[in-house]
């Protein structure tokens, strides 16, 4: 929420307008008084990486009523305050939606009132009152104060809201709840242990449902899919069997508002005293409650929260008499506005398809990837390996540098594979082990524990196939490979192409192939996202926010921190937003000695004002002669007896550390995802007993592009490739920079900032991703 503070209260300021800030919700706009505060920039300043929210939040029953929304109506007009943004769930939103829909009758009663009182004799005064007693206005300020328009930004962890794929809160609480599944599972492992873990969702299972997905979760309960009668016996049966093959734990995860088909909930501790009884397996509750509402913001909640704070901006800026009360959206990687009622009125439809036991129309309204999400989850939970083999054979590698969520998607491709019926081979080392003959068949439980492993555990070398393709070709041959799954970065993607084009020369070669995209670069063309790239975001976060921290007791300090990348600026970028940098130097935004002056000279005026502290973010390859000794030396040369500089080189810690539940799920959906669709490729080119694939569209990238998950083919993207610098010809995140500059204070033209459009949403039309 804080980051969206900052971004509504730093762009109203940058497009020229006076903005308030209303401390304790609600509460404070009824109040009034020294709860509405004029900002100014620093008001804001240094908070985006706090929890919480910095003007605080409080119900208040009086706003319900008619009474309390005229006090607040009158404390508005005092401070001639026409817009509001309120940051929230759909219940204030809704509150803000009738506000706005009395308004003109709020205004008509106070300047009645305040009609009423210049008629009156004062008992204790000779004459007429002569001025308007407090809180009551004239019918020239009415007249001033005539429209209020209001837009809305959904604050909610639970991520329940219709019409957004992804609500301010939701990514940093999957993050505290992962934090805990992984200190949990190694005492799990060590003891022998049972857990039952209890998240937050009374009416949505959004945060069971992911985390249990990104941590394997043995069994799942949410809201909206209550459990077939009989599901004692089949939880404990689970149970049981995986315990008896080998598993040294079992995690079992419920929603805090999980009902069996009748209604009746189902408490975390039933469920333990159940798997007591039953099995005698050690076991023990954990209610997470409000930890999960705590912490430092997650960077994707940062950089979504100062997206939609300055498109909220924007949406007052141009609504009209006849616009409706508007929601700020995120749709793919867009901002998008919708009718406020509309999405809460899809909302509400879900709630009420769960309380006629409408189970199954109830997930589908809460969106597609809702949908999708369990029914992977079931899928991989609860599906057995396939009786019966194909005869079909698939491959999986890791290509090029380490990223976490690598070993998720090789989880996830392993356990489908073997439930369609294939032979699953994994390769180490990549291209150069597959030439080697490092090639061996897994079964179900060789990938157990890998879904919280950062790196890459069947280890990965950059090597491209034609340094070795006569071998690659031969042990392709002698394992009988029909389908090569290569989960890497933009090695992943050229090796492929090599080997694609190679198949005029090798028949060998004629075999489906996909590309899963995994690189903390986020270079691969054909994806929106890439596999690491948002827990390299987080790993440079964390460290900048300890950089800053440092400084806040050092004054005049300008730190210059180098990230990886390559030529793409992706994270550079990212972290930037995320960080509230005052610059990110990347190569696909070119700059120049002037830029550097200009960008010296703000940091200057900055060092004038009470933040005096800058920080700039460089990518590795940004520029061929400005590099980071060099800008550290003309910061520290120009700064000199105003500021002082220090460099941090982030280096490879930005490819270390456990995956974010982002790139946990990630990784797990595109695994299943990609063998599904080799799967149907292959028995498209099966005949008489052999695979022949040759078409351009048996090779491919799979990725996120927009909304949707695509499958590109790798001779396609190599005409919208730039292969000297490893780059996609147009990239969508470059649309962030001027986002990351305008909160910095540069000043830019607003005609250059491309405002979300405003779309419908009903309860047919809805489609929405709800956080892929």
Not at 193 to 202: H, K, P
Not at 221 to 238: N, V, Y
Request: net charge neutral.
């Amino acid at each position: 929420m804080n980051a969206a503070v900052r971004a509504v209260t730093r762009m109203g300021i940058y497009v020229g307008a006076k903005v308030f800030l209303i401390y304790e919700g609600y509460e404070g706009l009824v109040e009034g008084g020294d709860n509405i505060k004029q900002a100014n920039w620093l008001s804001v300043s240094n908070i985006i990486q706090l929890g919480g929210t910095v003007i605080g939040s409080a119900r208040c029953k009086a706003f319900t009523t008619r009474a309390g929304r005229l006090r607040a109506a009158r404390n508005l007009v005092e401070h001639s305050i026409t817009n509001l943004c309120v940051i929230g769930g759909d219940g204030s939103l809704t509150g803000a939606d009738i506000f706005r829909s009395e308004w003109a009758g709020l205004l008509e009663e106070l300047v009645r009132d305040a009609l009423w009182w210049q008629g009156c004799e004062c008992p204790k005064v000779t004459g007429v009152v002569a001025v308007n007693p407090p809180g009551q206005i004239s019918e020239e300020v009415a007249k001033k104060n005539c429209r209020l328009n209001i837009v809305g930004l959904v604050g909610s962890i639970d991520n329940d809201f219709c019409g957004t794929d992804m609500t301010i809160g939701t990514d940093s609480a999957l993050h505290r709840i992962m934090e805990v599944i992984d200190a949990i599972t190694t005492t799990a492992q060590s003891h022998q242990r049972t857990f039952v873990l209890e998240v937050m969702g009374r009416h949505c299972g959004y945060l069971a449902l992911v985390s249990g997905l990104a941590s394997g979760a043995d069994w799942l309960f949410i809201p909206e899919s209550p459990p077939e009668d009989g599901w004692e016996d089949l939880m404990c049966e689970r149970l049981g069997e995986t315990r008896s093959r080998g598993s040294r734990l079992n995690i079992i995860i419920i929603a805090e508002g999980a009902i069996d088909r009748s209604g009746k909930p189902i408490s975390s501790n039933y469920v333990k005293d159940l798997v007591v009884q039953r099995l005698g397996f050690d076991t023990r509750v954990t209610v997470l409650g409000h930890v999960q509402r705590g912490g430092t913001p997650s960077a994707f909640d940062r950089v979504l929260s100062s997206k939609m704070g300055m498109e909220a901006v924007m949406a007052l800026l141009e609504a009209t008499p006849d616009t409706p009360a508007c929601v700020v959206s995120l749709s793919g990687n867009q901002s998008v506005r919708l009718p406020l009622m509309e999405c809460v009125q899809v909302t509400k439809d879900v709630q009420k398809a769960m309380d006629e036991k409408r189970f199954e129309e109830a997930i589908q309204l809460r969106g597609r990837s809702f949908e999708n999400n369990w029914n992977i989850y079931k899928l991989l939970a609860h599906q057995k390996p396939a009786q019966e083999k194909s005869p079909f054979s698939m491959a999986i590698l890791n290509v090029g540098a380490p990223a976490a969520g690598m070993n998720a998607a090789v989880r996830s491709a392993v356990r489908i594979g073997i439930c369609q019926g294939h032979t699953i081979y994994v390769v180490n080392d990549g291209f150069e082990g597959l030439a080697k003959g490092q090639v061996r068949e897994v079964g179900w439980h060789d990938v157990a524990g890998w879904l919280g492993r950062g790196g890459s555990m069947l280890g990965t070398k950059r090597t491209l196939p034609k340094t070795c393709m006569e071998k690659i070709v031969e042990n392709v041959r002698k394992f009988n490979i029909q389908g090569l799954l290569v989960i890497g970065g933009f090695e992943a993607y050229e090796g492929v192409l090599q080997l694609v084009e190679a198949r005029g020369q090798y028949e060998e070669l004629c075999i489906v192939m996909c590309v899963i995209p995994a690189t903390i670069s986020n270079n691969v063309p054909g994806t929106d996202f890439s596999l690491g790239s948002d827990t390299a975001v987080n790993a440079a976060m964390e460290s900048c926010d300890r950089i800053k921290q440092s400084a806040s007791g050092t004054k005049r300090r300008v730190f210059i921190v180098e990230t990886m990348g390559g030529y793409c600026g992706y994270l550079s970028t990212v972290t930037g937003i995320a960080v509230g940098a005052d610059a990110a130097y990347v190569y696909e935004d070119p700059f120049t000695i002037h830029d550097l002056k200009a960008n010296v000279e703000h940091l200057t005026d900055k060092m004038k004002t009470d933040i005096q502290r800058g920080l700039v973010l460089r990518n590795e390859k940004c520029h061929e002669h400005y590099t980071t000794e060099f800008l550290y030396n003309l910061y520290s040369s120009e700064g000199k007896g105003i500021f002082d500089c220090r460099i941090n080189v982030l280096g490879h810690l930005q490819q270390g550390g456990a995956p974010t539940p982002f790139d946990r799920n990630y990784g797990t959906k595109l695994g299943v995802k990609a063998v599904l669709w080799m799967s149907e490729k292959l028995q498209q080119v099966y005949s008489k007993g052999r695979v022949f694939a040759n078409s351009g569209d048996t090779a491919c990238v799979i990725g996120l592009r927009k909304k949707v998950v695509a499958f590109s083919p790798v001779t396609e993207l190599k005409k919208v490739t730039d292969f000297e610098h490893r780059l996609p010809q147009e990239q969508w995140w470059l649309n962030l920079r001027l986002m990351l500059k305008m909160l910095a204070n540069y000043q830019i033209s607003l005609t250059e900032y491309i405002s979300g459009q405003m779309e419908h949403v009903t309860r047919r039309t809805l489609s929405i991703e709800k956080g892929f």
